[in-house]
C-alpha cells in the first residue's frame, strides 16, 4: 500500500477483555516497529522486527503484551486481559532499513485503544 | 540510561511569530537525531540530523545539530495555524531503538 495501514482507528473494550491491533507495512520494508502514546507521554518503544530475525521485545510493558508478525508483512500486537492503563494511541512504523541505519521511518495512523 | 529532554513542554505564539523548540539528549551511543511533527495520530517526518553544524532546511523550518553540547533546535520561522502540532524529537542510538522526547506542543493563534 501507499503507507502504512493499521486498523482498527479506534477500539473500546472492556477491562480484563483481550484486544487485537493490525499493521500492514509499506511493502517492501523490513524493519516494523510498535510504539505506544499515552495522553501527554512521549513515544514509547514496543517491540522491533527486522526481516527474520528474533523481534526486539525490550519494550513490552508486561506479559499481557505479545506481537507477531507474518511472513515478514503484517505484524499484530496482541494485548491479553486489558487494563485502564493500556488506554493509548499505539502506532506502528515500519522502516525500508534496519534499526541503525537511517532511521527515517513511517508511522500509521495509530490505534486509540480505550480501556473502560 | 539514554535520555531525550525537550523544552519547552508547551508554547502559544500568534501567527507571523518566530518560535525555536529545543531538545538536548544523552545517550551512550550517536547515529542520528529526528525530528517529527504529530497533528493528529501519526508523526509526520520533518528532519535527520547526523552531522554538527549542518543546517537542515525545509521551507519555514530548519533544524541544527551540535554534537559536542549534545541539543538540535528547530526553527519555525512566519508561523501559521497549520504549524500547531506536538513536534517529536528522537535520538537513535547504534543497535538501539529510537529514544523519542516526550515533544513540544505549540499552539499558534491567528
Known amino acids: 500500500g501507499a503507507g502504512v495501514s493499521q486498523s482498527p482507528s479506534n477500539k473500546v473494550t472492556e477491562k480484563g477483555k483481550d484486544v487485537e491491533l493490525r499493521c500492514d507495512p509499506i511493502s517492501g520494508h523490513t524493519a516494523l516497529y510498535w510504539y505506544r502514546q499515552s495522553l501527554g507521554q512521549g513515544l514509547e518503544f514496543l517491540i522491533y522486527?527486522?526481516?527474520?530475525?528474533?523481534?526486539?521485545k525490550s519494550g513490552l510493558p508486561s506479559d499481557r503484551f505479545s506481537a507477531e508478525r507474518t511472513g515478514g508483512s503484517v505484524s499484530t500486537l496482541t494485548i491479553q486481559r486489558t487494563q485502564q492503563e493500556d488506554s493509548a494511541v499505539y502506532l506502528c512504523?515500519?522502516?525500508?532499513?534496519?534499526?541503525?541505519?537511517?532511521?527515517?521511518?513511517?508511522f500509521g495512523e495509530g490505534s486509540w485503544l480505550t480501556v473502560v | 540510561e539514554d535520555k531525550v529532554v525537550q523544552s519547552p513542554l508547551s508554547l502559544v505564539v500568534h501567527e507571523g511569530d518566530t518560535v525555536t523548540l529545543n531538545c538536548s539528549y544523552e545517550v551512550t551511543n550517536f547515529r542520528s537525531l529526528l525530528w517529527y511533527k504529530q497533528e493528529k495520530k501519526a508523526p509526520t517526518f520533518l528532519f535527520m540530523l547526523t552531522s554538527s553544524g549542518i543546517e537542515k532546511k525545509s521551507g519555514r523550518l530548519s533544524s541544527i545539530l551540535d554534537k559536542k553540547e549534545l541539543f538540535s533546535i528547530l526553527n519555525i520561522t512566519a508561523t501559521q495555524t497549520g504549524d500547531s502540532a506536538v513536534y517529536l524529537c528522537?535520538?537513535?542510538?547504534?543497535?538501539?531503538?529510537?529514544?523519542f522526547g516526550a515533544g513540544t506542543r505549540l499552539t499558534v493563534k491567528p
Open positions: 522486527f527486522q526481516g527474520n530475525s528474533a523481534p526486539d
Open positions: 528522537a535520538v537513535s542510538p547504534n543497535n538501539n531503538d529510537m529514544r
Open positions: 512504523a515500519s522502516s525500508p532499513n534496519p534499526r541503525g541505519l537511517g532511521n527515517t521511518i513511517y
